[in-house]
């Protein structure tokens, strides 16, 4: 069983940065891809971001590419989400996953709760 507890959330304004973290209990974090999904209000949850056991292989959305970098450091079992750019429409619940690959929201096996980004013009 993995728990997957997200941070680092809040309200930024249009160009402005943040960084998610994603703290994940159990001792096989470093054996599992990883990854980001959003869910915007009345919108269904979309892929953001994945990376695979090693960090060497990512995947991004077109939405967000060249803004957002998707990383980890398996020795602290945490799993990054560094936002550049912020605009109005990447206002989202941003959700850390875990156990899988590919993107949709049936590829993961484990979900946090959820962490809100409140970008403000």
């Known amino acids: 069983q993995v728990q997957l507890v997200e941070s680092g959330g809040g309200l930024v304004q249009a160009g402005g940065s943040l960084r998610l973290s994603c703290a994940a209990s159990?001792?096989?974090?470093?054996?599992?891809?990883m990854g980001w999904f959003r869910q915007a209000p009345g919108k269904e949850r979309e892929f953001v971001a994945a990376?695979?056991?090693?960090?060497?292989?990512?995947q991004y959305a077109e939405s967000v590419k060249g803004r957002f970098t998707i990383s980890r450091d398996n020795a602290r079992n945490t799993l990054y989400l560094q936002m550049n750019s912020l605009k109005l429409e990447d206002t989202a619940i941003y959700f850390c996953?875990?156990?899988?690959w590919g993107i949709g929201a049936n590829d993961y096996d484990y979900w946090g709760q959820g962490t809100q980004v409140t970008v403000s013009s």
């Open positions: 990376i695979n056991w090693s960090g060497l292989n990512t």
């Open positions: 996953v875990a156990k899988g």
């Open positions: 159990g001792r096989t974090f470093s054996t599992y891809a």
